[in-house]
């Protein structure tokens, strides 16, 4: 009676409710049909899946509750196997691969005597490991399966078709063309045997085996398979007929024949998709693009296949047409609309992130040139050609209207809310509730922070012809100056944005030279990267040589010959030689010079700097010993072996502090004089003894009296220095020490893209993986840090450097230096800076003389801008990393 009821009461009717389930999956499930299909309709494998409880679905928890029945009621019939692998599947169903995996490993161990049930068991557990991605482990389990299976004769095809997965997964595609032409042989179900076929074309054209994958197509064109599977199968087969037999596209109407038929109609895009693909295949490139644009202009509903279209235009600039500032924009919008779990799709990003280092600098040359026409013009003619210029860009704004209105004002929902508030009092209608308004209000900010009022709000990643159009649409013009209060008005109106471009004309000599400078270097930076990240030496040369044709004379002329030099080198001679002489006679003195004399010079050079910070470091030593006699001996040493070096003036400092520990204030002074004669120029040193010579000045009878000049510190004596403020001052904001060599960021490279204030931190990305712990939300308190990654190197002269540098150009902002030693790395850190702005013109003011202030080597370290908070999260060199990558990807 067990038995009976336990078969057509139980699983009888669970096996319907699954083959219902999985009916009803497959009406529902959407294959990605650029991508080798998954051999089962299961879920890729997800890398860092978060194991939760399966959602609750009817079917599935009656197939379980069932089995479950079986085991506690029916013990003593034959089903029990057969219900443990029911609950397994259940479980597999609903996402539980953990339990599911438990429960087939428990069905293999105990009804290990019954073949088919081991094998099947085995099967479904390995399925099971691959979607935890224990890919190791599940291929273990599958050699375990197929040893076993020799002795079974039937009931094959499943456990055939998990093992080509998984040689899917490995990509051993030719192991998995014949786990699948067997699977097929022994497949029962009609509908998975279609599906097999077209895996396994798809796997022999992937071979380059185009015959048996055309084959193979066209048998599944010829079956019962689902439309859309028809549909690929069709233009697969057509691509590879034309392929195969040599037709030229423009000859072969098949493809374009299918935009005839009316059930085509959802799939113009991917027909012309196709079309550009066998474009591309010829070498066709023009056309190709032309297809791919006809292909996204048809695009209805398949955004995957809009992006993929989108990526192929890009790719073809990129690699083909050379056209950087174009493939930028495809690239952008690829990254839009495309799926962040798409297999290339960090590389993408990547990809549009650099080229937007070319568009960027292209924008400064042509902002900068438009400006000097207008500058050329007439007084009375230049507001006409401004408000031309911009007429067609921006409109112009209303200040009543809502879209200047910031969330910090929840009434701007309703105007009329202001007017007659007692009105509202008790209505239910939402916008006429204050009460309701302000309550909605404060859950929106508690999840999505201070938001502006902007399109495309909630989007993480924009294109940049989205953030240019949110510039012109409610901020500043690209390259003008722009606010950083986020409460202040956003959106620049008419008048205001044409002063601020009149306000930028170049209408000096002063002002001409340095826009032309602003070209000079968006020209060298472009050709450089051009060189050296894009290895395309044609473009960066043809960059080089228009550069040298508008500024015959420019500040970066020996290194443009020298570049010239290596492009041509190896290929026209000719020129090489040309641009060798020019850098060999000019600029002899040059390192350029040097290191076509000697190749080896720049491995010297570094060597010899190596030595000159070891024995830095041994002089500050024997300074921080109070050794002064060999501090001042090993200084002269030194500046004596090596007086052209960087470091000198430091060598310079540390003898002349030396001296005045162990002498009067005379010999100081003259010590202190000739650093500043010797080394006017020097930014790290010189500012800092022409304040000590402010200082002794104001004070110099008080110096006069001491024994020696510089005494130790004590508490009734005054410092050498300004006294630090308290601690619990606010920190002031941070100027520009000298306008020559500091500027903010914005005029010299690319402005980092603002993101909203306080944006919350995510829970979990698209792609499966933890969302960083750091967050880009807005602080008052923000660190310059300097990471070392040896935790084995002495950096007081380092750290002393810094301090030197900050006391001497910013002696009244009450810059701090402190140390963090983690196990691996040391974090010096500058604390104090109020906004991100504030720490960005710091880090541009010290970039340029890191290399002096540090005495190790410069691959042992980095420098980034990080908030107090964040700071307080890093705990090793993992979270250092991922905070370097945070930076990156938000700053």
């Known amino acids: ?97 953990f339990i599911s995996s438990e429960y087939f490993d428990y069905t293999a161990k105990t009804f290990g005597n019954n073949l088919k049930t081991f094998i099947l068991a085995l099967n479904w557990k390995a399925k099971s490991q691959m979607q935890l991605n224990n890919m190791i482990f599940a291929d273990k389990i599958l050699d375990t399966m197929l040893r076993a299976s020799d002795q079974l004769k039937k009931d094959l095809a499943e456990p055939l078709a998990t093992t080509a997965q998984m040689r899917i997964y490995q990509k051993r595609y030719k192991e998995a063309i014949l786990l699948l032409e067997a699977a097929i042989r022994n497949a029962d179900e009609k509908q998975l045997r279609i599906r097999w076929q077209y895996i396994l074309a798809q796997l022999q054209e992937k071979e380059n085996d185009l015959q048996n994958a055309f084959i193979n ?55 012309y998709y196709k079309v550009g693909e066998l474009y591309n295949t010829e070498g066709k490139f023009d056309q190709a693009e032309e297809s791919y644009k006809k292909s996204i202009q048809q695009s209805t509903r398949n955004q995957n296949q809009k992006a993929l279209s989108y990526l192929r235009i890009a790719d073809l600039n990129f690699k083909e047409f050379k056209n950087y500032i174009k ?220 550069l040298l044709k508008r500024f015959p004379e420019n500040n970066h002329l020996v290194a443009i010959y020298y570049s010239l030099y290596l492009n041509y080198k190896g290929i026209e001679e000719g020129k090489a030689n040309e641009y060798r002489q020019l850098v060999l006679t000019k600029f002899p003195e040059s390192n350029f010079a040097k290191t076509i004399i000697d190749p080896s010079y720049s491995a010297k050079q570094d060597e010899l700097e190596n030595i000159i910070n070891q024995n830095y470091n041994k002089v500050f030593e024997a300074y921080a010993k109070k050794d002064y006699g060999m501090v001042v001996k090993q200084s002269n040493e030194n500046i004596a072996a090596y007086p052209n070096n960087d470091l000198a003036a430091q060598y310079a400092y540390l003898k002349a502090i030396a001296i005045g520990r162990t002498s009067k204030v005379d010999p100081l002074l003259i010590e202190l004089n000739s650093i500043t004669t010797l080394y006017p120029n020097d930014l790290i040193i010189t500012p800092l003894v022409k304040d000590h010579l402010k200082y002794i000045e104001a004070n110099l009878e008080e110096f006069k009296q001491r024994r020696v000049a510089l005494i130790d510190f004590d508490s009734t004596e005054p410092r050498f220095a300004n006294q630090a403020i308290p601690a619990d001052v606010k920190p002031k904001p941070i100027e520009n020490i000298n306008a020559a060599t500091v500027t903010k960021p914005a005029e010299n490279m690319a402005k980092p893209i603002e993101k909203p204030a306080e944006k919350p931190v995510e829970i979990k990305t698209e792609t499966g993986k933890p969302a960083s712990i750091f967050s880009n939300a807005t602080s008052n308190t923000y660190y310059y840090v300097v990471d070392v990654e040896d935790a084995s190197l002495t950096l007081s002269s380092s750290r002393f450097g810094i301090g030197q540098f900050n006391r001497g150009n910013y002696p009244d902002n009450d810059l701090a230096h402190k140390l963090v030693e983690l196990d691996n790395d040391q974090l010096i850190y500058v604390t104090s800076f109020v906004d991100m702005e504030d720490a960005k013109i710091y880090e541009e003011s010290i970039k340029g003389q890191l290399k002096n202030i540090m005495k190790v080597p410069a691959n042992k370290y980095k420098s980034f801008i990080i908030s107090k908070e964040n700071f307080e999260k890093i705990t090793d060199r993992t979270r250092i990393n991922e905070y370097l990558e945070f930076y990156k990807n938000n700053y």
């Open 217 to 271: 197509f066209t048998k599944v064109e010829n079956s019962n398979a689902p439309f859309e599977m028809y549909f690929h199968a069709n233009l697969e087969r057509i691509k590879l007929k034309a392929l195969i037999s040599g037709y030229k596209v423009n000859e072969d109407k098949a493809l374009l024949a299918l935009l005839k038929d009316d059930k085509n109609f959802d799939y113009k895009d991917q027909i």
């Open 327 to 546: 493939a930028k924009l495809y690239y952008d919008s690829t990254v839009t609309i495309l799926p962040k779990n798409f297999p290339d799709y960090e590389s993408i990003v990547k990809k549009a992130e650099n080229l937007q280092y070319l568009s960027d600098r292209y924008t400064i040359i042509a902002k900068e040139d438009t400006l000097q026409a207008i500058a050329k013009l007439p007084q009375d003619q230049r507001v006409d050609k401004i408000k031309n210029l911009l007429k067609s860009k921006v409109e112009v704004s209303n200040p009543a209207s809502t879209g200047n209105q910031s969330l910090d004002n929840a009434t701007f929902l309703n105007p009329t809310l202001n007017a007659n508030p007692t009105n509202n009092t008790g209505n239910v209608f939402y916008f006429n509730n204050n009460a309701a308004i302000s309550n909605g209000f404060n859950d929106f900010k508690k999840r999505w922070g201070n938001r502006q009022l902007e399109d495309n709000w909630r989007q993480s990643v924009r294109s940049s012809a989205q953030e240019n159009n949110q510039i012109l649409a409610g901020k500043t013009s690209p390259g003008l100056s722009s606010t950083t209060d986020p409460n202040a008005q956003t959106t620049a109106d008419q008048s205001l944005l044409e002063k601020q471009y009149a306000d930028a004309l170049p209408v000096t000599a002063e002002l001409v030279t340095l826009s032309n400078q602003k070209i000079i270097d968006a020209y060298f930076e472009i050709a450089s990267f051009y060189q050296q990240e894009l290895n395309d030496k044609a473009e960066a040369n043809k960059v080089y040589l228009e």
């Open 1 to 97: 009676m067990q038995n009976l009821t336990a078969r057509y009461n139980y699983i009888y009717n669970s096996n319907v409710l699954l083959t219902e389930y999985n009916e009803g999956l497959i009406q529902t499930y959407s294959d990605n049909y650029d991508k080798i299909l998954p051999v089962y309709l299961d879920p890729e494998p997800q890398i860092n899946l978060t194991l939760t409880p399966g959602v609750a679905n009817k079917s599935l928890d009656d197939v379980i509750f069932k089995g479950q029945t079986i085991i506690n009621d029916k013990s003593f019939s034959n089903y029990i196997d057969d219900s443990y692998m029911l609950l397994g599947k259940a479980n597999y169903l609903k996402g539980n691969y």
